[in-house]
T-cell receptor, first 116, second 113 residues
């Protein structure tokens, strides 16, 4: 039972380089999310998706793009990396809200990104 | 703006004692709350949740208490063990925010042997 899998686990970029972070979930969840986590701060939502082919901006979307071409995958792209994007990135997924209002998001292990 | 926050950034307890981690929230429209545990180098892991129409919910060694009058949430861990050492986050869901959660800054729990 893999759950949510993120690749790569670590990456070092130079300013201006681009990269894509991959998130895959095997729980058939409709919703997927990308967060960043900085020291001493909580998780901040970058982008999210409520289903295949749909994406929406979160709290801190600038400098990032996302795509959800397949239900199980959610990609986070950095077109031109900046030192301010040095962070730990977490992907999460959750099922469609049921009548009981639950919203348990299941997280991956994270990607540690350093931009020099 | 509305925010979720924690009173104590670090909590140190003796193994076997009970732990209480607190969280203050300011959005009275929140209808659902959740606690996560994050161990070093890992992603957040679900612990327990509670809806706003409840004031207490119990799990295995954990209890969440919700006081809507003072907008306060707490996580109680009974008989704290070394494996409980981690950062604990609370999160809230506004009742008009779909599946979006707003996370607090986290509290580090350190268990002394």
């Amino acid at each position: 039972n893999a759950g949510v899998t993120q690749t790569p686990k670590f990456r070092v970029l130079k300013t201006g380089q681009s990269m894509t972070l991959l998130c895959a979930q095997d729980m058939n969840h409709e919703y997927m999310y990308w967060y960043r986590q900085d020291p001493g701060m909580g998780l901040r939502l970058i982008h999210y998706s409520v289903g295949e082919g749909t994406t929406a901006k979160g709290e801190v979307p600038d400098g990032y793009n996302v795509s959800r071409l397949k239900k199980q995958n959610f990609l986070l792209g950095l077109e031109s990396a900046a030192p301010s994007q040095t962070s730990v990135y977490f992907c999460a997924s959750s099922p469609v809200l049921a009548g009981d209002f639950k919203n348990i998001q299941y997280f991956g292990a994270g990607t540690r990104l350093s931009v020099l | 703006g509305e925010s979720v926050g924690l009173h104590l950034p670090t909590l140190s307890v003796q193994e076997g004692d009970n732990s209480i981690i607190n969280c203050a929230y300011s959005n009275s429209a929140s209808d659902y709350f959740i606690w996560y545990k994050q161990e070093s180098g890992k992603g957040p892991q679900f612990i327990i949740d509670i809806r706003s129409n409840m004031d207490k919910r119990q799990g295995q060694r954990v209890t969440v208490l919700l006081n809507k009058t003072v907008k306060h949430l707490s996580l109680q861990i009974a008989a704290t063990q070394p494996g409980d050492s981690a950062v604990y986050f609370c999160a809230e869901k506004y009742n008009n925010a779909g599946n979006m959660l707003t996370f607090g800054g986290g509290t580090r729990l350190m268990v002394k042997p």
